[in-house]
Protein backbone atom coordinates (compact mmCIF):
# COMPACT_ATOMS: atom_id res chain seq x y z
CA UNK A 1 0.00 0.00 0.00
CA UNK A 2 1.27 3.22 -0.62
CA UNK A 3 2.43 5.28 2.08
CA UNK A 4 3.27 9.22 1.93
CA UNK A 5 5.86 10.32 4.19
CA UNK A 6 5.80 13.62 5.85
CA UNK A 7 9.15 15.53 7.79
CA UNK A 8 10.07 18.81 8.87
CA UNK A 9 7.49 19.38 12.30
CA UNK A 10 8.89 20.54 15.02
CA UNK A 11 8.59 22.98 18.21
CA UNK A 12 8.72 26.49 17.50
CA UNK A 13 7.55 29.63 19.15
CA UNK A 14 4.89 31.90 17.47
CA UNK A 15 5.93 34.28 14.71
CA UNK A 16 8.35 31.53 13.53
CA UNK A 17 8.46 29.14 10.42
CA UNK A 18 8.81 25.88 9.82
CA UNK A 19 8.64 24.05 6.35
CA UNK A 20 7.30 20.84 5.53
CA UNK A 21 8.12 17.71 3.32
CA UNK A 22 6.04 15.48 1.75
CA UNK A 23 7.68 12.67 0.05
CA UNK A 24 5.70 9.78 -2.37
CA UNK A 25 7.53 6.48 -3.01
CA UNK A 26 6.51 4.78 -5.08
CA UNK A 27 3.48 7.19 -6.19
CA UNK A 28 3.68 9.25 -9.26
CA UNK A 29 2.25 12.88 -8.44
CA UNK A 30 2.75 15.05 -11.76
CA UNK A 31 -0.82 14.65 -11.94
CA UNK A 32 -2.44 14.37 -9.21
CA UNK A 33 -3.77 17.04 -6.63
CA UNK A 34 -2.25 17.08 -3.81
CA UNK A 35 -2.95 19.07 -0.17
CA UNK A 36 -2.00 19.47 3.26
CA UNK A 37 -4.45 18.73 6.38
CA UNK A 38 -3.94 19.02 9.98
CA UNK A 39 -6.08 17.34 13.17
CA UNK A 40 -6.10 18.30 16.64
CA UNK A 41 -7.35 15.71 18.96
CA UNK A 42 -11.31 15.90 19.08
CA UNK A 43 -11.85 17.98 15.58
CA UNK A 44 -12.02 16.98 12.19
CA UNK A 45 -9.25 17.27 10.17
CA UNK A 46 -9.04 20.17 8.33
CA UNK A 47 -8.05 21.31 4.72
CA UNK A 48 -4.89 23.90 5.00
CA UNK A 49 -4.04 24.31 1.87
CA UNK A 50 -4.29 22.54 -2.17
CA UNK A 51 -2.13 22.34 -5.52
CA UNK A 52 -3.48 20.77 -8.21
CA UNK A 53 -1.31 19.26 -10.95
CA UNK A 54 -1.36 22.59 -12.82
CA UNK A 55 -0.25 24.63 -10.05
CA UNK A 56 -3.48 26.30 -8.91
CA UNK A 57 -3.38 26.38 -5.02
CA UNK A 58 -6.40 26.96 -2.92
CA UNK A 59 -6.28 27.70 0.98
CA UNK A 60 -8.21 27.88 4.02
CA UNK A 61 -8.77 31.09 5.43
CA UNK A 62 -7.00 30.70 8.67
CA UNK A 63 -3.51 30.01 6.59
CA UNK A 64 -3.80 32.69 3.86
CA UNK A 65 -0.94 34.77 3.83
CA UNK A 66 1.03 32.67 5.98
CA UNK A 67 1.47 29.18 4.52
CA UNK A 68 2.58 28.73 0.92
CA UNK A 69 2.28 25.46 -0.92
CA UNK A 70 4.40 23.84 -3.42
CA UNK A 71 5.47 21.02 -5.43
CA UNK A 72 8.60 19.35 -7.58
CA UNK A 73 6.93 17.32 -9.73
CA UNK A 74 10.39 15.94 -10.82
CA UNK A 75 10.92 14.89 -7.08
CA UNK A 76 7.34 13.78 -6.63
CA UNK A 77 8.01 16.19 -3.59
CA UNK A 78 5.12 18.53 -1.02
CA UNK A 79 6.12 21.25 0.59
CA UNK A 80 4.14 23.54 2.58
CA UNK A 81 6.12 26.66 3.88
CA UNK A 82 4.43 28.08 7.05
CA UNK A 83 5.30 31.38 8.00
CA UNK A 84 4.17 33.43 11.11
CA UNK A 85 3.05 30.56 13.02
CA UNK A 86 0.59 30.82 15.22
CA UNK A 87 -0.50 28.81 18.76
CA UNK A 88 -3.69 27.89 16.71
CA UNK A 89 -1.96 26.34 14.04
CA UNK A 90 -1.01 23.59 16.31
CA UNK A 91 -1.50 20.08 15.42
CA UNK A 92 -0.47 16.93 13.29
CA UNK A 93 -0.19 17.78 9.51
CA UNK A 94 -0.73 15.09 7.07
CA UNK A 95 0.24 15.15 3.27
CA UNK A 96 -2.27 13.53 1.04
CA UNK A 97 -2.55 13.14 -2.71
CA UNK A 98 -5.47 12.37 -4.90
CA UNK A 99 -6.77 10.44 -7.51
CA UNK A 100 -4.77 11.01 -11.37
CA UNK A 101 -6.14 14.27 -13.26
CA UNK A 102 -7.93 15.14 -10.26
CA UNK A 103 -8.95 18.56 -9.46
CA UNK A 104 -10.67 20.27 -6.65
CA UNK A 105 -12.45 23.34 -6.05
CA UNK A 106 -12.53 22.49 -2.37
CA UNK A 107 -9.67 21.17 0.35
CA UNK A 108 -11.95 17.84 1.51
CA UNK A 109 -10.35 14.85 3.13
CA UNK A 110 -12.83 12.56 1.39
CA UNK A 111 -11.71 13.75 -2.34
CA UNK A 112 -8.27 12.29 -1.35
CA UNK A 113 -6.63 8.68 -1.93
CA UNK A 114 -3.52 8.51 -0.12
CA UNK A 115 -2.26 9.52 3.06
CA UNK A 116 0.85 9.69 5.34
CA UNK A 117 1.27 9.26 8.53
CA UNK A 118 1.51 12.87 9.44
CA UNK A 119 3.80 15.32 11.46
CA UNK A 120 3.41 17.28 14.37
CA UNK A 121 3.42 20.99 14.79
CA UNK A 122 3.77 22.36 17.95
CA UNK A 123 3.91 26.64 18.53
CA UNK A 124 4.05 28.12 21.74
CA UNK A 125 2.88 31.36 22.40
Known amino acids: QVQLVESGGGSVQGGGSLRLSCATPGLVTSRRSMAWFRQVPGKEREGVAS???????NYADSVKGRFTISRDSAKNTLYLQMNSLKPEDTAMYYC???????????????????WGQGTQVTVSP
Open 96 to 114: AAGGWDSYYTRIRPSDYTY
Open 51 to 57: ISSGGTT
